[in-house]
């Protein structure tokens, strides 16, 4: 059973700074992508970053240049580091991880629970 599992949100004054972390614990046998997402309030969900196996890595326009996401493929763990915040930062970010479970030939989608992030004028 794979579970994404999810810390580092929190509420943070418009500047600041706040860095995310998505564990993958479980029989994995390989992580393609990983990326995060957010969900704004009353908006759909957008991708945030994304970054594959091999370091490539993908922005948002509105993140370009404050948000950089990195990933520990020892430790199946992807991070996010946020700098710059703006209050239009404020949503919801979840974890994605594109992954093979160990004994199965097919590739899914696997998403985390959710972290709040609210960055305050």
């Known amino acids: 059973q794979v579970q994404l599992v999810e810390s580092g949100g929190g509420l943070v004054q418009a500047g600041g700074s706040l860095r995310l972390s998505c564990a993958a614990p479980?029989?994995?046998?390989?992580?393609?992508?990983m990326g995060w997402y957010r969900q704004a309030p009353g908006k759909q969900r957008e991708l945030v970053a994304g970054?594959?196996?091999?370091?490539?890595?993908n922005y948002a326009d509105s993140v370009k240049g404050r948000f950089t996401i990195s990933r520990d493929n020892a430790k199946n763990t992807v991070y996010l580091q946020m700098n710059s915040l703006k209050p239009e930062d404020t949503a919801v970010y979840y974890c994605?991880?594109?992954?093979?479970?160990?004994?199965?030939?097919?590739?899914?989608?696997?998403w985390g629970q959710g972290t709040q992030v609210t960055v305050s004028s």
């Open positions: 970054i594959t196996s091999s370091g490539s890595t």
């Open positions: 479980g029989s994995i046998f390989r992580i393609y992508t």
């Open positions: 994605n991880a594109n992954l093979t479970p160990y004994g199965d030939k097919n590739t899914y989608d696997y």
